[in-house]
């Protein structure tokens, strides 16, 4: 039965309590998954039973797919409208039910199947993501230079937010990527504030009918809507009281905030809603689990009428513009116009627009400069990124180039300069010993860099290109011996058939002697001349292909020859890069050469500096001893010295 042949019927909330954390909260809180029944007792023993469509935890959340969130699916792609709520406080772990690999995933995955499997009328998706703050202000996640967004109704497609970007997604992949964008977005533009942030996920199926059911060019139109409700449902909580609260508490549609009105026309209009309320027993407080379990038994008391959404932009726009001209019409008939009239008429123009905008061919043409736009921004970022990785590089260069003439500059010195005393050789050392290590790591940080910026699989490439050239030159060789072989048989056929034709001549014409042989030869003649003129066709047809395929030999001989200059340069960089490594590290030997014989002669000069002071300190010693030991026979040798010295004056 076609899904739009079922009839309108009302559909109950259904609502999952997922437990993102094991165990009971103090006694106070038990849970039973078989009888999807959760008791908690509150002060005073005070025992309240709630009883849901499913209690889970975060470790079966699997389950609920084919239960709750396939039938939803299977609706939206027949053209109902349906709605999944994520409630339930930061710490309530309802992130990982909104990453791509969880409940989304699950969602997205079984929506495009459901797509896959319509087989009439011509499909087309759009995405949406919005994000809100707690102020009630709202912005676009997909199209940062979009505009203000306003909560509007329409007649014909009711509640829609003006000014948001519907982006075209044909694939599965681009809504997941879509939506991770949006989120990453979300993250960088809530900073302190995420987990006061609400967001809002769409997409919109539309299928345009075909055969009978397109006598006026319908459309039916399904939306899939993912909510992120952020805060608590105790009011006073440090995170903010739920929207979902404040719209249950509130009787009347809320028109000047964008959430409170979407949420309203989700819970009241024509759609099916799945609430997903996170909760955490083991941190939350014991009021915040009561009331977040009441929140939830309310909201599936809600029931919401489902309604195909189905409609004609042709009688649509027919019966806006009757509409403005029977206004206009009252209008300047009336002496002053009344403002209602005004307010309607512009209304009627807004209304009247949206229609148009609703075209495919915009929406997609849109679509094409939203995702150009994207392309250049991530170009853009690939590019700042090179060019910091090359400033990196340039500077790893510069940097090194300056450790080594200082190191140089310190070497030199050192060796010039000569003897010097044991504090200042030992300081020049230990500043040189620094620069080496300081060079070394550069070199290494510098290698590392080069290296992740390196494109491999050149080689693999060419050798694949060859392998598909070699693949389409057999190709072509089979397709032109094939039609060589078929012009062969046609003329074969050809051939035989007017030999056919000039056997059956003859034999009806029965002419005997000069005249028979005469006949007999001109048709003779006629075979022979159609024979001919099929080996012309067959050599011209030759001569083409052979032609071709010399071309296609001079083609590929110029590639081999192209590649194999590659691979020679390739084989040339290799060599020259091995045999700068090898200089580099042989001069890296030399170079530490050099330094270990300086520290050699260095300490050697220390040593026999040290040898000497220590022979003078011994002299010095030995003096003091032999003094020590004879101090007359000392002053008579001085006195016999004097003694010798004024004999030696006065001659």
């Known amino acids: 039965m076609d899904p739009f042949t079922r009839r309108d019927a009302a559909a109950r909330v259904g609502v999952v309590i997922v437990q993102t954390s094991d165990g009971e909260h103090g006694g106070r809180l038990t849970v039973n998954e078989e009888a999807n029944s959760v008791d908690y007792t509150r002060e005073g023993d005070e025992k309240m039973s709630f009883v849901f469509d499913a209690v889970t935890n975060q470790h079966n959340i699997q389950r609920l797919y084919p239960e709750l969130l396939r039938p939803l699916c299977e609706l939206v792609c027949s053209g109902y409208h349906g709605a999944v709520l994520v409630g339930g406080t930061l710490r309530s772990g309802k992130e990982k039910l909104l990453q791509t690999q969880s409940v989304m995933k699950q969602l997205v995955t079984g929506l495009f199947n459901e797509i896959t499997k319509i087989n009439t009328g011509e499909m087309f998706t759009t995405a949406s993501f919005i994000q809100f703050y707690p102020d009630d202000s709202a912005v676009d996640l997909l199209d940062k230079e979009g505009r203000g967004l306003k909560p509007r109704?329409?007649?014909?497609?009711?509640?829609?937010?003006?000014?948001?970007?519907?982006?075209?997604?044909?694939?599965?992949?681009?809504?997941?990527?879509?939506?991770?964008?949006?989120?990453?977005?979300?993250?960088?533009?809530?900073?302190?504030?995420?987990?006061?942030?609400?967001s809002l996920f769409s997409v919109n199926v539309e299928r345009r009918l075909q055969g009978e059911e397109a006598a006026e060019q319908q459309y039916c139109h399904g939306t899939l809507r993912v909510f992120d409700l952020a805060g608590g449902a105790r009011k006073g909580d440090l995170n903010g009281v739920s929207t979902l609260v404040k719209v249950l508490e509130s009787h009347k549609m809320a028109d000047d905030r964008l959430l409170p009105f979407l949420l309203a026309d989700t819970?009241?209009?024509?759609?099916?809603?799945?609430?997903?309320?996170?909760?955490?027993?083991?941190?939350?407080?014991?009021?915040?689990?009561?009331?977040?379990?009441?929140?939830?038994?309310?909201?599936?008391?809600?029931?919401?009428?489902?309604?195909?959404?189905?409609?004609?932009?042709?009688?649509?726009?027919?019966?806006?513009?009757?509409?403005?001209?029977?206004?206009?019409?009252?209008?300047?008939?009336?002496?002053?116009?009344?403002?209602?009239?005004?307010?309607?008429?512009?209304?009627?123009?807004q209304h009247l627009q949206i229609v148009?905008?609703?075209?495919?061919?915009?929406?997609?043409?849109?679509?094409?400069?939203?995702?150009?736009?994207?392309?250049?921004?991530?170009?853009?970022?690939?590019?700042?990124?090179?060019?910091?990785?090359n400033d990196d590089i340039q500077g790893a260069t510069e940097r090194l180039k300056q450790l080594q003439t200082q190191l140089r500059v310190q070497i030199e010195a050192h060796i010039r300069e000569g003897k010097v005393s044991?504090?200042?050789?030992?300081?020049?050392?230990?500043?040189?010993?620094?620069?080496?290590?300081?060079?070394?790591?550069?070199?290494?940080?510098?290698?590392?860099?080069?290296?992740?910026?390196?494109?491999?699989?050149?080689?693999?490439?060419?050798?694949?290109?060859?392998?598909?050239?070699?693949?389409?030159?057999?190709?072509?060789?089979?397709?032109?011996?094939?039609?060589?072989?078929?012009?062969?048989?046609?003329?074969?056929?050809l051939i035989q058939k007017e030999l056919d034709k000039m056997e059956r001549e003859l034999g009806e014409e029965k002419a005997d002697g000069l005249e028979g042989r005469l006949l007999r030869m001109n048709m003779e003649r006629q075979v022979l001349v159609l024979q001919l003129e099929a080996l012309r066709r067959e050599k011209l047809e030759a001569e083409k292909d052979l032609e071709a395929q010399h071309r296609r030999h001079i083609q590929e001989l110029h590639t081999l020859r192209e590649e194999g200059l590659q691979v020679f340069r390739v084989y040339r960089q290799?060599?020259?890069?091995?045999?700068?490594?090898?200089?580099?590290?042989?001069?890296?030997l030399l170079q530490d050469a050099i330094q270990d014989a300086v520290y050699l002669s260095a300490k050697n000069r220390q040593l026999q500096a040290e040898s000497k002071r220590l022979h003078a300190v011994l002299a010095e010693l030995?003096?003091?001893?032999?003094?020590?030991?004879?101090?007359?026979?000392?002053?008579?040798?001085?006195?016999?010295?004097?003694?010798?010295?004024?004999?030696?004056?006065?001659?």
């Open 153 to 198: 109704t329409h007649p014909a497609s009711g509640a829609y937010v003006e000014g948001v970007c519907e982006v075209a997604v044909e694939t599965l992949e681009e809504t997941l990527s879509l939506y991770e964008e949006g989120r990453e977005t979300l993250s960088a533009n809530s900073g302190p504030l995420v987990g006061r942030c609400s």
């Open 267 to 349: 819970l009241t209009g024509s759609c099916s809603n799945v609430l997903l309320y996170c909760v955490q027993p083991q941190d939350l407080l014991d009021e915040e689990t009561y009331h977040a379990l009441a929140l939830a038994q309310r909201v599936r008391g809600l029931v919401t009428h489902m309604v195909p959404s189905r409609w004609c932009p042709q009688r649509a726009t027919q019966d806006i513009r009757e509409r403005i001209q029977e206004l206009q019409t009252r209008m300047v008939s009336q002496a002053e116009n009344d403002e209602e009239d005004i307010r309607k008429f512009e209304m009627l123009i």
């Open 356 to 389: 148009k905008n609703q075209d495919w061919a915009k929406k997609k043409i849109q679509s094409r400069e939203i995702w150009e736009r994207k392309k250049r921004l991530k170009e853009q970022q690939s590019k700042v990124e090179k060019l910091s990785h």
């Open 422 to 493: 044991v504090d200042t050789s030992q300081e020049r050392l230990s500043h040189i010993q620094k620069l080496r290590e300081a060079i070394k790591e550069e070199e290494t940080r510098l290698k590392t860099g080069s290296s992740d910026s390196e494109q491999p699989g050149n080689q693999t490439n060419q050798a694949e290109d060859g392998f598909t050239q070699m693949s389409e030159v057999e190709v072509e060789y089979s397709k032109a011996q094939s039609r060589r072989q078929m012009l062969m048989e046609d003329h074969r056929a």
């Open 574 to 588: 290799v060599f020259e890069e091995q045999k700068e490594m090898l200089e580099d590290r042989y001069r890296s």
């Open 622 to 651: 030995r003096d003091t001893i032999s003094a020590r030991a004879d101090p007359g026979g000392w002053r008579d040798d001085d006195h016999s010295s004097s003694k010798k010295e004024e004999d030696s004056d006065r001659r």
